[in-house]
């Protein structure tokens, strides 16, 4: 079956943009997460929604950061303002609800800002 | 919170040698564990997990990882390498009923001919 996706692969801006990035999670996964995965950092946790629960938001490093997802599938992050040390590969993985300490992962989304 | 530390950025191996990639958490309760691998420009791969049923878990493409509590260790073995298995490989934790995961740093795989 489909795995998660995510759009679109690479996204160049110029500092001080905004930007989008889209997930599409595993049709009928309950829970998506985001993380972020850059040189300096290593992979991070970023944002955590399960079903109808609030977001579990502990890992965003600035409030330029944020997140929603709609009708409990598919998730935007948004980054504001964009800085250079934005830059990072943007991960977004889902997993279901009876097995839901298991992550599939989608390919990423590459940041780079200029 | 959970902490995990692979020991060793970058390992280089022969071709048909043995693969040992070492993974140490930081939990007096165990946890759930990982190990995912990374190819280049794509997004990790779920290799194997430990979820408490057994210690020794057999994953993926001939890798296994042994969970030892008194060492509070998960190190990820394959008997014989191939040139497939050069990639990225990072160790990741996470804890009951806060699935949000910890990664470790990463170690790299080479694999000589």
């Not at chain 2, 890798?63 to 160790?91: G, N, Q, R, V």
């Amino acid at each position: 079956g489909a795995g998660v996706s995510q759009s679109p692969s690479n996204k160049v801006t110029e500092k001080g943009k905004d930007v989008e990035l889209r997930c599409d999670p595993i049709s009928g996964h309950t829970a998506l997460y985001w993380y972020r995965q850059s040189l300096g950092q290593g992979l991070e946790f970023l944002i955590y929604f399960q079903g109808n629960s609030a977001p579990d938001k502990s890992g965003l490093p600035s409030d330029r950061f944020s997140a929603e997802r709609t009708g409990g599938s598919v998730s935007t992050l948004t980054i504001q303002r964009t800085q250079q040390e934005d830059s990072a590969v943007y991960l977004c993985a889902s997993s279901a609800r009876q097995d839901e300490e298991t992550q599939y992962f989608g390919p990423g989304t590459r940041l780079l800002v200029l | 919170a959970q902490s995990v530390t692979q020991l060793g950025s970058h390992v280089s191996v022969s071709e048909g040698a043995l693969v040992l990639l070492r993974c140490n958490y930081s939990s007096s309760v165990p946890p759930y564990l990982f190990w995912y691998v990374q190819y280049p420009n794509q997004g990790l791969q779920l290799l194997l997990k430990y979820t408490s049923a057994a210690t020794l878990v057999k994953g993926i493409n001939g890798f296994e990882a042994e969970f030892k509590k008194s060492e509070t260790s998960f190190h990820l073995t394959k008997p014989s390498a191939h040139m497939s298995d050069a990639a990225e490989y990072f160790c990741a934790v996470s804890d009951w009923g806060d699935y949000k995961l910890s990664f470790g740093a990463g170690t790299t795989v080479t694999v000589r001919a």
